[in-house]
DNA sequence: AGCAAGCTCATTTTT
DNA sequence: TGAGCTTGCT
């Protein structure tokens, strides 16, 4: 009973309440995943056989470490046994063993966002939709959030209120393309991520069967994040619950940040009203932060209305004030942190792992980036595209894909003439349309192709392509995944024309393609769970599904020595030592698409809170006065956030042109910006723009007045206008802007990172030009 | 057929 | 800004 050592004493009750239903409400750094872990390892060690613990999770890696966690507390590794994954795997791999019943092949492909976006476009091409007004993107989402909500097809064209919707919106044939999409991926042998939900629903739903089975294989349930399920999820877990009614749910409602995703917080509240005797038990004592991080974040958090009252505190000490920066640009920002980073690592001996920088958009990333990049601080980015995601790797997975699965048509045209086999546009095209006509797939046309009036060359290409497919088919009897993929890479030449490549890209992609099958390697090489024999042990399509499941963050080592770069939504469940949230402006956090209603609102208000929770003893907040969005400078206002923060805890600062912000006995300037004119871009801009504003009381911060822009003369530039080399600018040149027309250089000023011209122009007065973005022609 | 240049358009967040 | 797509050229 060791583990039960070090649980305080909610923890240690949530652990012990093993049968019936269970909810507990677990606060921001309360020791969840403690609860959860100790609490299947309790299970096991009172003898619940593995088999029938059923743990879902959001993350693979949420679900690894608990494993690990599991493990490390038993001292042994039966916890391999149990069923702990996302949703979206263990439903795959449930549905890889049932697919049979709902009409499936067994080797369906997981189509992720990217191949599914690109088979909407095509129902939408093939039905003779404008796919400008019918966006693929646009309508994906639709497809997937009535997925979500369990809405198929036919429920979605016979239900009023959605048709009324996209009458409203002018796209009255979305049901129509809905329809032919689900149509198609079950042609394609393919289900999409939201397919994992909604077929696994109708799977215990229409089979009855198949729910008794997992309902009595399932003895105890666990679900993590309880806060961010949607519709489809929360059916699926009280059918699955339905019969032994051991079901532990965990979650935060302050912490819901995915309702874009169809999560609802009703699911929280609905439990309490689906089972005779739920318990609840609080977690409410923080061990991860200062008392200052967590007054600051309550207090955020208060503004929400309808919480479910927890009184959150900690033992830990009060800690330093939350500081609060605002700079000229995003990229000023982005040097503010870089230097923050490196005096933090100087002054408090902090290692690079110890940061942590959040934005709420990925195109934030940028900035932070080029700044660590120029310090020589290592970072590594979450949630850019993933390895999986680029073309090369995609490329040869589609070759595997195709082999497991022929009828996946999006792999099908991925490789069908790459390497080049004279395979072109239009013999595919017409192989697609045969296809349509006879109702069979695309590789059937292949196949017979004979049939099908090909001429005589593009026969024999076709052919070969077939005899090739077929050839790998037949290994996968005697062969795994790897052999099979190292075989297909020689045979096509694949790696040969990219062995040939020898521009840095082409290296790039080669060495990808090693890594590839490197990681392949290793996936035959790790050992199996014991009931795995259903998924098929180690052959192509148990591979296949594992890596579309994976995310971006399940690739990267957590506990590399870097600086983490990633998006808000990224970090739940995450902690650090010191946290950068940046961006903290309006329309960008909260985002200028849910600042119109309350709910919205209050979402992006929880997205700040989960960003401020996850530090444990530094925190800063920055926003930018202007920054480059789609191209152009843009003036933003501080967030409304920022006004809801208790002052008393704040230490303003003002960092302009990435000067240091605070304290240090050569005050606001870089040794670099000393070297180059003085006080440098910082005092400048401080100059000019004043100390961020102290919180205004009565001034409500909704639609804040915009500082108009003064206005342009536009100037057309000449046709052959090309921007000049203008490191070497002097004042008294002449220039010309290509908006603002010509001018002459008055003064330079700025640091030799940011050099700033202020120039006088005929037309439009005076400028500071930013020469880092602007682009100048010199004139004389 | 294949490639390069130019054009348009989008930006929330992710399994 | 930059990705993806159309157009036009070879």
Known sequence: ??????????????????????????????????????????????????????????????????????????????????????????FARILRAEAHRLGYPNSFTIYDTDDAKSVVKTVINELNLDDKHYKPNTVYNRISAAKNALVGPVEYKNDYYIQQEDMRSNRPLIANIYDAYAKRCFKNGAMDFDDLLFLMYRLLKEFPEALIKYQSKFRYILIDEYQDTNPAQYEIIKLLAAQHENICVVGDDAQSIYSFRGATIQNILQFQKDYDDVSIIKLEQNYRSTQNILKVANDIIANNKGQIPKNLWTENATGEKIKLVRTMTDNDEGKFVADAIQEQKLRNHYNNKDFCVLYRTNAQSRAFEESLRRMGIPYIIYGGISFYQRKEIKDYIAYLRVIVNPKDEEALKRIINYPVRGIGKTTIDKAI????????????????????????????????????????????????????????????NFVKELFN??????????????????????????????????????????????????????????????????????????????????????????????????????????????????????????????????????????????????????????????????????NNTSAFDRMHGGFGAAAQAEKTYGPPPARKKETPSYLPPKPQAPKVV?????????????????????????????????????????????????LNGEKKIMLNYAKLRIVE
């Not at 957590?558 to 903290?584: I, R, S, W, Y």
């Open 1 to 90: 009973m060791d583990y039960l050592k070090g649980l305080n004493e909610p923890q240690r009750e949530a652990v012990l309440h093993t049968e019936g239903p269970l909810m507990i409400v677990a606060g921001a750094g309360s020791g969840k995943t403690k609860v959860l872990t100790t609490r299947i390892a309790h299970l096991m060690a009172n003898g619940v056989d593995s088999f029938r613990i059923l743990a879902l999770t959001f993350t693979n890696k949420a679900a690894k470490e608990m494993k690990e966690r599991i493990e490390h507390i038993l001292g042994n590794s039966d916890a391999r046994n149990l069923y702990i994954g996302t949703f979206h795997s263990v």
């Open 433 to 492: 349309l045969y296809a349509n006509e006879n109702n069979i797939t695309m590789w059937d046309v292949l196949e017979r192709a004979k049939e099908f009036g090909y001429k005589a060359g593009t026969l024999e290409a076709i052919e070969n392509f077939v005899l090739m497919i077929r050839s790998a088919q037949s290994m996968m009897v005697k062969h795994n995944a790897y052999e099979i993929a190292f075989h297909i890479g020689k045979q096509t």
């Open 501 to 666: 490549d020898k521009s840095t890209e082409g290296v790039a992609r080669y060495e990808n393609i090693q890594e590839l099958l490197n990681s392949i390697k290793e996936w035959i090489e790790t050992p199996l769970n014991e009931e795995d024999g259903e998924v098929g042990d180690k052959g192509l399509g148990a591979y296949l599904q594992q890596i579309t499941l994976l995310t971006d963050a399940d690739q990267k080592d957590p506990n590399a020595d870097v600086v983490k770069l990633m998006t808000v939504h990224a970090a739940k469940g995450l902690e650090f030592q010191c946290v950068f949230v940046a961006g903290l402006e309006e329309t960008l956090f909260p985002s200028g698409l849910s600042i119109n209603s309350r709910e919205e609102l209050e979402e992006e208000r929880r997205l700040f809170y989960v960003a401020i929770t996850r530090a444990k003893n530094r925190l800063w907040l920055s926003y930018a006065n202007a920054r480059y969005r789609f191209g152009s400078l843009v003036q933003n206002e501080g967030s409304r956030f920022l006004e809801e923060l208790p002052e008393e805890f704040l230490d303003r600062t003002f960092a302009g042109g990435g000067a240091r912000n605070q304290g240090s006995s050569f």
């Open 714 to 762: 536009e100037h057309k530039p000449a046709a052959d206008f090309v921007a000049s080399d203008t490191s070497n600018l002097q004042a008294g040149q002449k220039v010309e802007h290509q908006k603002f027309g010509f001018g002459m250089v008055s003064k330079m000023e700025g640091s030799a990172h940011n050099p700033i011209a202020t120039v006088q122009f005929e």
